[in-house]
Protein backbone atom coordinates (compact mmCIF):
# COMPACT_ATOMS: atom_id res chain seq x y z
CA UNK A 1 0.00 0.00 0.00
CA UNK A 2 1.58 3.55 -0.74
CA UNK A 3 2.05 5.89 1.93
CA UNK A 4 -0.95 8.10 0.60
CA UNK A 5 -3.38 5.54 0.56
CA UNK A 6 -2.06 4.39 4.02
CA UNK A 7 -2.49 7.60 5.46
CA UNK A 8 -6.19 8.16 3.97
CA UNK A 9 -7.22 4.93 5.31
CA UNK A 10 -5.85 6.07 8.44
CA UNK A 11 -7.91 9.55 8.25
CA UNK A 12 -11.00 7.61 7.87
CA UNK A 13 -11.11 5.44 10.31
CA UNK A 14 -10.11 7.47 12.96
CA UNK A 15 -12.75 9.89 11.42
CA UNK A 16 -15.13 7.22 11.79
CA UNK A 17 -14.67 6.12 14.56
CA UNK A 18 -14.85 10.29 16.18
CA UNK A 19 -17.92 10.12 15.39
CA UNK A 20 -18.92 6.65 16.52
CA UNK A 21 -22.39 7.29 18.32
CA UNK A 22 -21.95 4.33 20.95
CA UNK A 23 -19.18 6.10 22.40
CA UNK A 24 -20.44 6.98 25.91
CA UNK A 25 -19.80 10.70 26.92
CA UNK A 26 -17.70 9.93 29.11
CA UNK A 27 -15.21 8.56 26.56
CA UNK A 28 -16.06 11.36 24.12
CA UNK A 29 -14.83 13.57 26.94
CA UNK A 30 -11.71 11.76 27.23
CA UNK A 31 -12.22 9.93 30.24
CA UNK A 32 -11.09 10.51 33.61
CA UNK A 33 -7.90 12.20 32.01
CA UNK A 34 -9.81 14.40 29.79
CA UNK A 35 -12.44 15.48 32.66
CA UNK A 36 -10.00 16.42 35.28
CA UNK A 37 -8.56 18.98 31.84
CA UNK A 38 -11.89 20.08 31.67
CA UNK A 39 -12.02 20.53 35.10
CA UNK A 40 -8.59 21.78 36.01
CA UNK A 41 -8.93 24.85 32.76
CA UNK A 42 -12.99 25.17 34.25
CA UNK A 43 -11.06 26.65 37.94
CA UNK A 44 -8.42 28.30 36.48
CA UNK A 45 -11.44 30.28 34.23
CA UNK A 46 -13.29 30.78 37.49
CA UNK A 47 -10.21 32.18 39.40
CA UNK A 48 -9.71 34.85 36.48
CA UNK A 49 -13.52 35.89 36.69
CA UNK A 50 -14.04 38.35 39.66
CA UNK A 51 -17.64 38.11 39.12
CA UNK A 52 -18.13 34.41 39.52
CA UNK A 53 -14.82 33.81 42.00
CA UNK A 54 -16.65 36.11 44.63
CA UNK A 55 -19.22 33.41 44.78
CA UNK A 56 -16.16 30.86 45.85
CA UNK A 57 -14.02 33.22 48.03
CA UNK A 58 -14.79 30.46 50.99
CA UNK A 59 -14.20 27.39 49.07
CA UNK A 60 -11.75 24.65 49.53
CA UNK A 61 -10.74 24.19 45.64
CA UNK A 62 -9.28 20.83 46.13
CA UNK A 63 -12.89 19.56 47.30
CA UNK A 64 -14.45 21.54 44.67
CA UNK A 65 -11.69 19.84 42.31
CA UNK A 66 -12.46 16.50 43.43
CA UNK A 67 -16.65 16.84 44.03
CA UNK A 68 -16.78 18.28 39.74
CA UNK A 69 -14.75 15.59 38.63
CA UNK A 70 -16.49 12.97 40.18
CA UNK A 71 -19.86 14.69 39.16
CA UNK A 72 -19.29 15.31 35.68
CA UNK A 73 -17.77 11.72 35.42
CA UNK A 74 -21.52 10.27 37.10
CA UNK A 75 -23.30 12.10 34.82
CA UNK A 76 -21.84 11.82 31.77
CA UNK A 77 -22.00 7.73 31.80
CA UNK A 78 -18.70 7.03 33.20
CA UNK A 79 -17.40 4.87 36.00
CA UNK A 80 -18.18 7.06 38.88
CA UNK A 81 -20.80 7.68 41.59
CA UNK A 82 -21.11 11.34 42.93
CA UNK A 83 -20.94 10.84 46.76
CA UNK A 84 -20.44 14.88 47.06
CA UNK A 85 -23.63 16.90 48.31
CA UNK A 86 -26.61 17.62 46.25
CA UNK A 87 -26.71 20.09 43.70
CA UNK A 88 -29.63 22.05 45.77
CA UNK A 89 -28.14 21.47 49.29
CA UNK A 90 -24.39 23.26 48.23
CA UNK A 91 -26.07 25.76 46.12
CA UNK A 92 -28.52 26.78 48.47
CA UNK A 93 -28.09 30.18 50.23
CA UNK A 94 -25.78 31.35 47.48
CA UNK A 95 -28.51 33.00 45.99
CA UNK A 96 -27.23 32.74 42.01
CA UNK A 97 -28.40 34.80 39.83
CA UNK A 98 -29.88 33.54 36.41
CA UNK A 99 -27.24 35.82 34.89
CA UNK A 100 -24.75 34.67 36.76
CA UNK A 101 -25.35 30.72 35.96
CA UNK A 102 -25.13 31.68 32.44
CA UNK A 103 -22.08 33.40 32.61
CA UNK A 104 -20.54 30.60 34.86
CA UNK A 105 -21.81 27.84 31.67
CA UNK A 106 -19.69 30.16 29.43
CA UNK A 107 -16.63 29.87 31.31
CA UNK A 108 -17.32 25.85 31.15
CA UNK A 109 -17.40 26.34 27.52
CA UNK A 110 -14.22 28.03 27.18
CA UNK A 111 -12.69 26.00 29.39
CA UNK A 112 -13.70 23.20 27.00
CA UNK A 113 -12.31 25.34 24.13
CA UNK A 114 -9.39 25.09 26.05
CA UNK A 115 -8.77 21.79 26.09
CA UNK A 116 -10.23 20.95 22.86
CA UNK A 117 -13.40 19.30 23.41
CA UNK A 118 -15.51 19.35 20.14
CA UNK A 119 -18.60 21.54 20.04
CA UNK A 120 -20.72 18.45 19.48
CA UNK A 121 -19.01 17.04 22.60
CA UNK A 122 -19.50 20.24 24.44
CA UNK A 123 -23.07 19.99 23.25
CA UNK A 124 -23.45 16.94 25.27
CA UNK A 125 -22.43 17.47 28.13
CA UNK A 126 -24.65 21.07 28.47
CA UNK A 127 -27.32 19.44 27.83
CA UNK A 128 -26.86 17.17 30.85
CA UNK A 129 -26.29 20.47 32.88
CA UNK A 130 -29.00 22.28 31.50
CA UNK A 131 -32.10 20.44 33.36
CA UNK A 132 -29.83 21.61 37.27
CA UNK A 133 -30.47 25.00 36.20
CA UNK A 134 -33.50 25.06 38.35
CA UNK A 135 -32.19 23.37 40.69
CA UNK A 136 -29.51 26.59 41.84
CA UNK A 137 -30.88 29.35 40.35
CA UNK A 138 -32.36 32.15 43.24
CA UNK A 139 -32.30 29.80 45.80
C1 LIG B 1 -24.85 23.02 36.20
C2 LIG B 1 -24.06 23.83 36.87
C3 LIG B 1 -23.34 23.44 38.16
C4 LIG B 1 -22.92 22.21 38.59
C5 LIG B 1 -23.06 20.87 37.91
C6 LIG B 1 -22.30 22.43 39.88
C7 LIG B 1 -21.73 21.43 40.64
C8 LIG B 1 -21.12 21.61 41.84
C9 LIG B 1 -20.47 20.56 42.61
C10 LIG B 1 -20.39 19.10 42.19
C11 LIG B 1 -19.98 21.12 43.75
C12 LIG B 1 -19.21 20.40 44.87
C13 LIG B 1 -20.17 19.89 45.93
C14 LIG B 1 -19.46 19.35 47.15
O1 LIG B 1 -18.47 19.93 47.60
O2 LIG B 1 -19.94 18.33 47.71
C15 LIG B 1 -20.30 22.53 43.68
C16 LIG B 1 -19.94 23.46 44.63
C17 LIG B 1 -20.07 24.81 44.46
N1 LIG B 1 -20.75 25.47 43.47
FE1 LIG B 1 -21.63 24.62 41.91
N2 LIG B 1 -22.36 23.76 40.20
C18 LIG B 1 -22.98 24.41 39.17
C19 LIG B 1 -23.23 25.76 39.07
C20 LIG B 1 -22.76 26.70 39.96
C21 LIG B 1 -22.91 28.13 39.79
C22 LIG B 1 -23.61 28.81 38.61
C23 LIG B 1 -22.28 28.72 40.86
C24 LIG B 1 -22.11 30.17 41.19
C25 LIG B 1 -22.16 31.14 40.31
C26 LIG B 1 -21.78 27.65 41.71
C27 LIG B 1 -21.11 27.83 42.88
C28 LIG B 1 -20.61 26.82 43.67
C29 LIG B 1 -19.81 27.05 44.88
C30 LIG B 1 -19.41 28.40 45.45
C31 LIG B 1 -19.46 25.79 45.37
C32 LIG B 1 -18.59 25.47 46.60
C33 LIG B 1 -19.41 25.40 47.84
C34 LIG B 1 -18.54 25.22 49.08
O3 LIG B 1 -17.52 25.88 49.19
O4 LIG B 1 -18.89 24.39 49.93
N3 LIG B 1 -22.10 26.44 41.13
N4 LIG B 1 -21.00 22.80 42.52
Redesign the pocket.
Known sequence: MNKLLFTTVLLVVSACSHHNSNASLYQQLGEQEGIEAIVEAFINQIGNDE??FA??????VS??R???I???CD?SDGPCV??????V???TG?N??EG??N???DL?IAAMNEVGVSHRVQNRLLAR??P??D???YI
Open positions: RIYFADTHRFDKLLHFIYDGDNMDIHMITDFHTVLLALREMI
